[in-house]
């Protein structure tokens, strides 16, 4: 099968998948979901500052790589995903110790991406479909003015919420109509990480 084909076909599969969401009845997402973590993870992509106090020629700006590994002088190989950035300043720490006498070292986010499982995504018809990183309090809202609100042939109130992995999934409705177009503040419902909403178009 060509790749012209094959994006054709998944093009078609992605549509009809969000048609039937418009034809799904699910329980509004509910408004205080509770486990929230707020600890920030260190992600592939996540832009970091190390400073290491004392010394500048060891102290730089680096990006985590895809592989979730960093490199600075006289440290080439360090697995930076999945830690925060105080466990990831005293392994970096720890790896100098062996150079400096009492290395004080501080990781600074300033780009941030996060792990992809806890990142949010929404899709569908909105105006730009994206991978939001997760943060602290993080609602509705605030991820639709994220990717600039929904788009004129949106089904707001008919959007979703997907919630968790395997059987502990759930889905649950999302009145973006309401909130957006009627300011029903009810409807701004919290965000945790991993969460998927996706937006149909409307059914003429």
Known sequence: ?????????????????LAMVACTTYPDAPAEPAGGDDIYIIGPLDQLEIFVWGDTELSRQVIVRPDG?????????????????????????DALTPYIQE?????????????VDRQVR???????????????????LDVMLDVGGLTEFADGNAAILIRGEGEARKTY?????????DSDIDANVAVLPGDIIMVPEALL
């Open 1 to 17: 099968m060509s790749i012209a084909r094959t994006l054709w076909r998944n093009c078609v599969v992605a549509v009809m998948g």
């Open 69 to 93: 590994r960093l490199s600075t002088p006289l440290i080439q190989d360090m697995l930076a995903a999945g830690k925060t950035p105080s466990e990831l300043s005293d392994d970096l720490a």
């Open 103 to 115: 290395p004080l070292v501080t990781v600074i986010v300033n780009g941030f991406s996060g792990p």
């Open 122 to 140: 929404i899709v569908g018809a909105v105006n730009a479909p994206t991978d939001l990183p997760y943060r602290r309090d993080l609602t509705v």
């Open 173 to 181: 409705r999302v009145r973006l109509d309401d909130l957006l177009k």
